[in-house]
């Protein structure tokens, strides 16, 4: 499977954006996807995931509240809605897909497909 990231970008502060994840290849409802992040000399870490039917999502603990995975079947499209974003929020975000796996996996080695990533920087 394909995966395109985008909507990333340059912000303040403070400010919203939209990452959009579009998924090609195969069929869309059969994976879960997931949101990671990682920041220059970090850990890629987990941001967000939504299962197949996207009836079920998971936050990492540092996003709870403030970003919202959302899912579009009839689009093949997953969206990240980030909004009072922080300058610790930069960092290039991947979605990524995954098959088989009971709820929404946070560890990306479970994660078999990944787009190539969309630089998201905030300002301070």
């Known amino acids: 499977v394909q995966l395109q990231a985008s909507g990333g970008g340059l912000v303040q502060t403070g400010a919203s954006l939209r990452l959009s994840c579009t998924v090609s290849g195969r069929t869309f409802t059969n994976f879960a996807v997931g949101w990671f992040r990682q920041a220059p000399g970090k850990e890629r870490e987990f941001v967000a995931g939504?299962?197949?039917?996207?009836?079920?999502?998971r936050y990492a603990d540092s996003v709870k509240g403030r970003f919202t995975i959302s899912r579009d079947n009839a689009k093949n499209t997953v969206y990240l809605q980030m909004n009072s974003l922080k300058p610790e929020d930069t960092a290039v975000y991947y979605c990524?897909?995954?098959?088989?796996?009971?709820?929404?996996?946070?560890?990306?080695?479970?994660?078999?497909?990944w787009g190539q990533g969309t630089l998201v920087t905030v300002s301070s």
């Open positions: 990524a897909a995954t098959r088989g796996s009971i709820g929404v996996p946070i560890n990306f080695t479970y994660y078999t497909d």
């Open positions: 939504i299962i197949e039917s996207g009836g079920s999502t």
